[in-house]
């Protein structure tokens, strides 16, 4: 295929920071689903 989409995304990740969400001040648990779309050249 030669896109190289593994590369991409994981450079595309590394951008990001974790906030966890807060009650109070403390971290709950949350589970969130991410969709990244890729536009291809």
Do not use: C, Q
């Not at 295929?1 to 109070?24: I, N, T």
């Amino acid at each position: 295929m030669g896109f190289e989409l593994d590369e991409k995304a994981a450079e595309a990740l590394s951008h990001w920071r974790f906030k966890p969400a807060m009650v109070s001040g403390k971290p709950i648990p949350k589970k969130a689903k991410i969709t990244i779309n890729f536009d291809l050249p």
